[in-house]
C-alpha cells in the first residue's frame, strides 16, 4: 500500500546526538560505552530513527539498510490492533464488554469464548491456554512454516475448546490469541485489514509503503503489519500528538492514550519479554510501561524491533534490530538503557543537547 499524499521530509534538530560520543552504560558490565557499540553488539539494530519534539536527533543505519522500506512488525502488530479497537469503541462501532463470540459470530460456537469480553483480551489478560502443539500448528496455518492446510481462521473455527488458565493474565507476546484481535478490528471497522492498514497510513502522514501479511489463502494475520523505519517513528509521534492534541481525527482516544502512558501495576503478570525490561515494568493494553514513573510506554516487538515514546520529553525511539534471540535479557535490559539514557535531561554525555 503507497501512501495517498507525500509529507515533507522531517526537519532535522539543530543539535543532534553523536552515536560515537554519546555514552551509555553497557548491561552486561555496568561500564560507559559509546552508544554505537551498544547499537552495534548488544541489540543488533539495522535501524535507529529517534525524534525529539518531531525533528530527527539520530538517524542511525547498518550498512545497507534502507530506512524507507517495510518490515514485518511481527507481535508489535497486536499494540496497534488494539489502540485501532479502543478508537473504534470510543465511536461507538463495538462494545468493550461484548463477549468475543458477539464481535466475531463465526466463532459463536465456542462456548469458553462466549465466557471472555473483548476488554480481557485488548488487555492481553484472556488467561487462554495454547499448548506447544497448538502453537506449532497455529504457525503452519498462518504460514510462518510449512505444513499449513486449512488456514488460519479456519484452524481456529474448527477449534472444539478454548482451554484457559484460572488467572486470566497474558503469558506471551506472540501466539495464537493475537489472530481474535485482528479479526475483532476487522469486523469492529467493517474493513478489511489492508483497508485499516489505509486509514492507519493517512492517520499517521505515513511517508513510505507499507503491506499487511497474510496466510495462503489470503487472509491477514494478526503479526502480518509491515511499515518502514520512518513511519515506525511517525507512529510515535502520533501517540504524542494523541495526548497533546486529542480530537476525534488522533490516532487514539484520549483515554487510551493516557492509559497506556501512566504508570500500571507492575506487580501484576506480564509477559516474559516484558519481564526482562526490569521488574519495575507494567504492562496494559499490550504496551510495557518501563519504570513505575513519568509518562512513557514502550511497544515491544521481537528480536529488538521496538518503539518507546516518552510524553514528558517529547522523545520517540524507534528500532529495526535482527538480534539472535526473540527477547533476550541482555537485549531488552540495552533497550531500557538506551530509551532512558538517551531521553533524560543532562544526562548524555555526547554534546547533543
Known amino acids: 500500500m503507497t501512501p495517498a ?26 561500564m560507559r560505552r559509546s552508544l554505537r557499540f551498544l547499537l552495534d553488539s548488544r541489540i543488533d539494530a539495522d535501524g535507529v530513527l529517534i525524534l525529539r519534539r518531531g525533528r530527527v536527533v539520530l538517524d542511525y543505519r547498518r550498512t545497507g539498510f534502507d530506512p524507507s522500506q517495510p518490515r514485518l512488525l511481527l507481535e508489535a502488530t497486536r499494540p496497534i490492533l ?30 469458553d469464548l462466549g465466557k471472555l469480553s473483548l476488554q480481557r483480551l485488548l488487555d492481553g489478560r484472556t488467561g487462554l491456554q495454547w499448548s506447544e502443539a497448538d502453537v506449532a500448528q497455529w504457525r503452519q496455518e498462518a504460514g510462518w512454516g510449512p505444513g499449513g492446510k486449512l488456514g ?25 490469541e493475537g489472530e481474535l ?47 518502514s523505519l520512518g513511519d515506525f517513528a511517525t507512529l510515535g509521534q502520533a501517540f504524542l500528538d494523541a495526548r497533546n492534541r486529542p480530537g476525534r481525527r488522533a490516532l487514539a482516544p484520549s483515554w487510551f492514550v493516557e492509559s497506556v502512558a501512566t ?46 515514546v516518552d510524553f ?8 529495526f534490530a535482527s538480534h539472535a534471540e526473540r527477547q533476550s535479557p541482555l537485549l531488552m535490559a540495552s533497550l531500557r538503557n538506551v530509551w532512558e539514557e538517551l531521553v533524560r535531561p543532562g544526562r548524555g554525555d555526547g554534546g547533543q543537547r
Open 263 to 308: 504508570p500500571s501495576a507492575a506487580s501484576e503478570a506480564k509477559p516474559a519479554g516484558v519481564s526482562a525490561l526490569g521488574a519495575d515494568t507494567g504492562w496494559q493494553y499490550r504496551f510495557a510501561h518501563p519504570g513505575n514513573r513519568g509518562h512513557r510506554m514502550a511497544i515491544v516487538g521481537a528480536y529488538g524491533t521496538s518503539l518507546y
Open 5 to 30: 499524499a507525500s509529507p515533507p521530509a522531517r526537519a532535522t534538530a539543530a543539535q543532534r546526538i553523536d552515536a560515537d560520543r554519546q555514552m551509555v552504560t553497557d548491561p552486561a558490565d555496568g
Open 152 to 176: 488460519v481462521r479456519a484452524w481456529l473455527g474448527s477449534r472444539s475448546s478454548w482451554p484457559r488458565g484460572s488467572d486470566d493474565s497474558g503469558l506471551d507476546l506472540a501466539g495464537p
Open 181 to 227: 484481535l485482528l479479526w475483532s478490528a476487522e469486523k469492529a471497522w467493517k474493513k478489511s485489514a489492508p483497508e485499516l492498514l489505509c486509514d492507519l497510513q493517512a492517520g499517521i502522514r505515513a511517508r513510505n509503503p507499507a503491506f499487511w501479511a497474510t496466510d495462503r489463502g489470503g487472509t491477514p494475520l494478526a503479526d502480518g503489519l509491515a511499515l
Open 82 to 111: 488494539v489502540t485501532q479497537l479502543a478508537k473504534a469503541a470510543a465511536e461507538g462501532r463495538v462494545a468493550r464488554e461484548k463477549a468475543i463470540t458477539r464481535v466475531i459470530p463465526e466463532l459463536s460456537d465456542a462456548r
Open 312 to 319: 514528558d520529553y517529547g522523545m520517540v525511539i524507534a528500532v
